[in-house]
C-alpha cells in the first residue's frame, strides 16, 4: 500500500510532468527522457517516477511502445463514463479543458422516418437540426447532430444559432423549461467519410465511435435525438457493470 509520502511525491512529479506538457518543453511526438534520466532530474526514485508515467498513460497524456519508449500523444483521451448522463461540453470541462465549436450550422426540416420513430412524431412533423463540431483545446473531438421537435423548439430557433460551445442540456433547460430525466443510448464503431471525417480532421474510412442517444424528459416524452461521432482515440469510455448476482 503507498503511503502517504509516496502519494504526495507522486502528485508532485505528475504536476510537474504536466508541466513540461502545457509548457511545450515536451510536444505530440516526443519522446519522454528514460525512467533513470528524469528520476535523477527530478530527485525521486524510479518506482515514484514510474508511477506518474503509469497515471499519465491512464488519462491519455502518454503511450508507451515496447521496445521504443514512451512518447507524447496528440492529444489527452476523455474519459467519458456511460453512467452518467451528460453533455460534450462538460464532458470536455470536467477533463481541464476549453470546450469550442466549429462550423456551427442550424436546419429547420421535414423530420424522416427514423427520427419520427425515435421521437413519437406524426407524419408532417418537422425538425430543427443541430450540426456543430466540438473541439478540446481547440482539437476536433467529436462531430454531433442533434434533432429537436419544431414543435418545442418554436421561437427559440434563434437562440439555438447562438448556442456556440454551449450545451444542449443547458438550453433545454433555460430556454424551453425542460429537464432531462433519462437517455437510452447505441454505441457502435463507424467508419466516416465525406464531410463527417473532413470536419473531424480524419483520414476517410477512419474509426470513429458513434453514439445515437435518445433524451426523454421527467414525463417520459422523447425530446431530443443526438448522434455523436467520437474521434476514436480522443476518448476512452467506461461503464459500471454489476456481476451475476446484481451486486456491484
Known amino acids: 500500500m503507498a503511503t502517504a509520502g509516496h502519494r504526495q511525491r507522486r502528485a508532485e512529479v505528475i504536476e510537474a510532468l504536466l508541466s513540461f ?14 525512467e533513470v534520466e528524469l528520476a535523477q532530474t527530478l530527485g525521486v526514485s524510479r518506482a515514484t517516477l514510474r508511477d506518474a508515467y503509469r497515471s499519465l498513460e491512464d488519462q491519455g497524456y502518454l503511450t508507451r511502445i515496447r521496445g521504443a519508449g514512451t512518447f507524447v500523444t496528440h492529444r489527452p483521451r476523455l474519459t467519458n463514463d456511460l453512467e452518467v448522463n451528460f453533455g460534450v461540453t462538460e464532458l470536455i470541462r ?23 420513430r425515435r421521437l413519437a412524431l406524426p407524419d408532417t ?21 442533434d434533432v429537436l421537435p419544431s414543435a418545442l423548439v418554436q421561437d427559440q430557433v434563434g437562440a439555438l444559432r447562438e448556442i456556440g460551445d454551449g450545451s444542449m ?7 424551453l423549461n425542460i429537464t432531462i430525466h433519462y437517455g437510452l443510448a447505441t454505441i457502435r464503431p463507424v467508419r466516416v467519410e465525406g464531410s ?24 417520459g416524452r422523447p425530446v431530443l435525438l443526438s448522434s455523436e461521432f467520437y474521434v476514436a482515440d480522443a476518448f476512452e469510455f467506461t461503464v459500471h ?6 451486486a456491484g
Do not use: N
Open 125 to 145: 412533423a418537422s425538425v430543427v437540426l443541430v450540426e456543430r463540431v466540438r473541439t478540446a483545446d481547440g482539437d476536433p473531438v467529436v462531430f454531433s447532430q
Open 196 to 219: 463527417i471525417a473532413s470536419a473531424l480532421r480524419l483520414m476517410s474510412r477512419s474509426l470513429a465511435v458513434c453514439l445515437i442517444q435518445t433524451d426523454y424528459d421527467s414525463g
Open 241 to 246: 457493470r454489476k456481476g451475476p448476482d446484481g
Open 94 to 116: 470536467s477533463k481541464g479543458m476549453v470546450p469550442g465549436t466549429e462550423q456551427l450550422r442550424v436546419t429547420e426540416r421535414a423530420a424522416d422516418e427514423g427520427e419520427r
Open 21 to 34: 506538457l502545457s509548457s511545450g518543453k515536451w510536444r505530440p511526438g516526443d519522446r519522454v527522457p528514460s
Open 169 to 175: 442540456y443547458e438550453f433545454l433547460r433555460t430556454g
